[in-house]
């Protein structure tokens, strides 16, 4: 197979980025779409030139590194992949093919595809936690937990972190990866304690990284490579609302 | 090399509870004024952070990661094992460390094994008071599975994605201690050096990946905590960015690097479709629970698995070995799987994979129950190969996918340097020549939140503070080293990339010090891996600058110590003429094809010393005694 790529380069965060296009031949649609931008790389290398950024590490879609918007869409128009996850028989032989960085304002771009999800980080460092030290706790089967509320609380963990929600979002909003982490905890009896300092501690961190607000076009659920619903949104709101009506400061 | 492997005395069991009575505290008040650097943030870095941290140490983290959530480790699917015989069926502190003394191929040593089995059940109670969402019962108590062939069910799991589960729960109390401003992180930053003087570690020179800043970092004490070293092999199920650079800097440095050729072949891998793959993807070993084994028992059968019939398939593992079939450990599994393609009756891509088939557990519990337990996966392989598990069997090859070696440690898990610490993979463990599955996770948690927040305090008790700043001289020296490598790798302006290198040398470490190993083979290899790095020297190319983010740069440097590495793996096995666990000489077998331990000459670990570039490295052995559970051979007949 072959194909057109239109891919943006930018050589540091400062600097303007273009779209350069390159043709990539001898492409095999078992070939995933990190392999085939691997071909090309080697192919820059080979002519002295300095080879796309991007990033990547599991390959196998949980380490949410790879962060690419395909033709427009955060990961690929595929549903429920991560860019790794993408094989090139998902595209027709000849076709042009758009790759972007995940964009957001909170989201600089370090270098070609490489952006900086460091907010990210500064959402859960703000709350995204049960505060407990090691050691001292009690044995694990003191504390029952309805199936139904542990499977619940795994579907809202299961996020990569990735930003695609973010990416594919009109207000760049980080909604649905704040809302994920405030889920997870909050419907877990370990995490009832802070429940509500944790909802304002990590949406105050939201609105500080400079996301943007939800109104409700729920791309991100749709982008989402772990299929995280819009409904934890509402959850969070209510803990939100509830925690800022009872605060004492 | 003086090796004192420091094991307390006194009762095995005994043991870990005295020695933590005998310890020397630091003062409260006094453990903010000892600053330590843990490079690498995974599993083992992450707790062992969070947990220092907590008890008032002065923390700086290290990953060449974007965040402390990339790690590796969050790759890990099955589970992770405890001692806490939930299900009342028999397991017990001792049966584990039991399992694990002998699963390790009695390689390892039996006090640190035993350590590691007590605290195995705090790690669960701690991670589910972080709100780790553990599987559970229907009536709120947590579940268990038995996986890897244990007897017991003894792993807990938070559905196929425990690894990210639990490093999840790591990150979290790390991001805690981040904004509590007990931790300062360094994200994108790339440890390049340990420097050393006067017989102590004093901190770590690094490369900032953003800017290309290379800085010096001084400390009172120094952990590793920076994973395996599979990648060796190019194609392997860890993630991309996996390697050995910071061990083996450290080996360079002075620390014992123990057992290299200890390395872990899982059975079912997804065989490569081609020369593009870029890395092998794991299946599950929980699939052996239920999926059958076989190869056409005809060579060269080419008719499709759907199309052979019962009696022209060879059920290779129920055959061999009829107590435990299609549960053997790991080691056992991938040379049968191996056996069985070198004779001809592989199936796949070049011959090179096995069936691994789910007809008849769809039949006896019907295809809504099998995709209850392995739907993701099913999923997964589909994806990967286009090929549907529950219609024809699945094609499996094994895969390189953990290391047992790494640098040697005391009881402490403190290395031959003193003030370097090794936890987590990177450390030579305490799983001996054979991993059991989910252990691994077990023990990073085990070293990074249990074991040494302890010991390093006994450490720093006892040295005092290192009293050497980071614009001292062995810093500087460390440092224009580190910038001269950068500036000769960047000036070879060679025509081949780096990952050219890598799978190159991977493909001949395959070869050579894979799944099978011979003294010919060996030997071939020490002499074309010289070849090849002569290659790199004078051929890499490297585009840019190193002045900004150059992932080329990064990928060449780690390679670089790849192609120095892998000769002291094939040196490793090489030297030890025995076949244990993983490390397998086609010269050593019994009649029918097993491992042939050779117990009077090499009970021992491997621990090897650099003596300068252009002498062979020196072998000290450390001797392994079992007085509690007696050598015998495995056997899984
Ligand atoms: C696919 C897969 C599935 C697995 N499943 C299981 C399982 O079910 N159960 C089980 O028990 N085990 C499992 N394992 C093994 C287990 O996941 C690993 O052994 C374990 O997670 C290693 O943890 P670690 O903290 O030691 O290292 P890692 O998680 O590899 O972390 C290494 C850290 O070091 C950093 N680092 C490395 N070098 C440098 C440097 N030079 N400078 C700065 N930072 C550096 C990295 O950025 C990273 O933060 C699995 C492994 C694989 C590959
Ligand atoms: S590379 Fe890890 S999710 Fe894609």
Same mark, same amino acid.
């Given at each position: 197979m072959r194909f057109k790529l239109h891919v943006w380069r930018q050589s540091g965060p400062n600097a303007k980025g273009a779209m350069e296009a390159h043709d990539v031949d001898g492409i095999t649609p078992e070939m995933s779409f990190l392999e085939m931008i691997d071909l090309l790389n080697e192919k820059l290398l080979a002519d002295g030139k300095e080879p796309i950024a991007f990033e990547h590490d599991c390959r196998e879609? *949980?380490?949410g590194a790879c962060s690419m918007v395909i033709d427009g869409v955060p990961h690929s128009p595929e549903r429920a992949v991560t860019t790794c996850q993408v094989h090139m028989r998902s595209f027709q032989d000849g076709d042009d093919i758009h790759v972007e960085p995940f964009r957001a304002k909170a989201f600089p771009v370090l270098k070609d595809l490489v952006v900086d999800r460091d907010?990210?980080?500064? *959402? *859960? @460092?703000? !709350? !995204?936690?049960?505060?407990?030290? =090691? !050691? !001292?706790t009690p044995d694990a089967n003191? *504390? @029952?937990i309805p199936k139904v509320a542990a499977e619940s609380a795994m579907d809202a963990a299961a996020c990569i972190g990735c930003g695609a929600c973010v990416a594919a979002c009109p207000n760049a909003s980080a909604m649905l990866f704040t809302a994920a982490k405030i889920a997870h905890l909050g419907q877990l009896p370990q995490g009832q304690v802070e429940r509500g300092a944790r909802a304002r501690a990590m949406v105050e961190q939201m609105d500080a990284e400079g996301f943007g607000n939800c109104t409700n076009h729920y791309e991100c659920m749709d982008a989402c490579p772990k299929e995280i619903h819009v409904e934890w949104i509402a959850r969070m709101n209510r803990d939100y609302l509830k925690a800022s009506? =009872?605060?004492k400061d | 090399m003086q090796l004192d492997a420091k094991i307390p005395d006194g009762p095995i069991a005994e043991k870990w509870d005295r020695h933590r009575r005998e310890m020397k505290l630091v003062n409260p008040a006094n453990k903010r004024k000892f600053k330590v650097i843990i490079v690498g943030t995974g599993l083992a870095g992450a707790s062992a952070a969070a947990s220092m941290a907590e008890l008032g140490y002065d923390v700086?983290?290290?990953t060449f990661h974007d965040s402390p959530r990339r790690a590796h480790s969050i790759a890990a699917q099955g589970g992770i094992n405890a001692a806490k015989n939930y299900p009342n069926d028999g397991d017990s502190i001792w049966r584990l460390f039991y399992d694990t003394v002998k699963g390790g191929d009695f390689r390892a040593r039996e006090a640190n094994v035993h350590r590691l089995a007590q605290v195995s059940n705090n790690i669960i109670d701690q991670c589910v008071a972080q709100g780790v969402p553990f599987a559970r019962e229907y009536g709120g108590l947590l579940a268990n599975r038995s996986f890897g062939g244990a007897q017991v069910s003894r792993t807990f799991y938070a559905r196929g994605q425990t690894g990210q589960q639990l490093l999840l729960g790591a990150y979290q109390a790390l991001s805690r201690q981040i904004h509590l401003g007990k931790v300062t992180m360094r994200t994108r930053e790339e440890m390049l050096d340990v420097v050393v003087s006067d017989g102590r570690a004093r901190g770590i020179v690094t490369r900032n990946l953003v800017t290309g800043e290379v800085v010096s970092r001084a400390a009172d004490a120094v952990v590793l905590a920076t994973g395996g070293y599979s990648n060796v092999f190019f194609l392997s199920t860890n993630a991309k960015a996996c390697n050995v650079t910071a061990t083996y800097r450290a080996y360079k440095r002075g620390a014992g690097f123990a057992n290299p050729c200890f390395t872990q072949i899982h059975p079912t891998g997804i065989p490569p479709s081609? %020369?593009?793959?870029?890395?092998?993807t794991l299946m599950s070993e929980s699939l052996r629970n239920d999926g059958r084994v076989w190869t056409p028992t005809k060579a060269g059968d080419t008719r499709p698995a759907n199309q052979i019939p019962e009696a022209d398939r060879d059920y290779y593992l129920e055959r061999r070995y009829p107590s435990f079939g299609n549960l053997v450990p790991r080691d056992v599994a991938s040379r049968a799987a191996k056996e069985r393609c070198d004779a001809g009756h592989g199936v796949g891509p070049g011959g090179r994979g096995v069936f691994l088939d789910f007809r008849d557990a769809i039949q006896r519990v019907g295809r809504d129950a099998v995709a209850a337990r392995y739907g993701n996966l099913f999923d997964m392989y589909h994806h990967i190969t286009d090929s549907n598990p529950y219609e024809t069997p699945?094609?499996?090859?094994?895969?390189?996918h953990y290391t047992m070696g790494g640098l040697w440690v005391d009881y402490n898990l403190m290395s031959s340097i003193p003030g370097l610490h090794v936890i987590g993979e990177a450390n030579f463990s305490d799983h001996g020549s054979n991993r059991l599955g989910a252990s691994a996770l077990m023990q990073g948690l085990a070293d990074g939140y249990f074991v040494l927040p302890y010991t390093i305090g006994d450490f720093l008790a006892r040295a005092g503070n290192s009293g050497v700043?980071? %614009?001292a001289a062995c810093f500087t020296e460390v440092e224009a080293e580190v910038n001269a490598r950068t500036a000769t790798l960047l000036a070879v302006n060679g025509k081949r990339s780096p990952d050219s290198f890598h799978a190159e040398l991977g493909r001949l470490m395959w070869d050579k010090c894979g799944m099978s190993r011979t003294r010919e083979g060996l030997e071939e290899a020490l002499r074309r891996i010289p070849e090849i790095r002569a290659a790199f020297w004078s051929d890499v190319s490297i585009p840019g600058s190193g002045a900004d983010l150059n992932q080329t740069l990064e990928k060449a440097g780690r390679v670089a110590d790849f192609l120095e590495f892998a000769e002291l793996m094939c040196r490793d096995a090489l030297d030890r003429e025995e076949s244990c666990g993983g490390h397998f000489r086609e010269e050593y077998k019994t009649e029918e094809g097993e491992a042939l331990r050779r117990d009077d000459d090499f009970c021992f670990g491997s621990v090897w010393e650099y003596q300068g570039d252009d002498a062979p490295p020196a072998l000290n052995k450390e001797h392994f005694t079992f007085e509690h559970v007696p050598l015998s051979t495995r056997s899984y007949k």
């Open positions: 879609g *949980i380490c907010a990210f980080d500064r *959402i *859960i @460092q703000a !709350g !995204g936690y049960v505060s407990v030290n =090691t !050691g !001292g003191e *504390i @029952q009506l =009872t605060a | 700086e983290a290290f081609g %020369d593009h793959v870029s890395k092998t699945m094609v499996i090859y094994p895969a390189p700043a980071a %614009d």
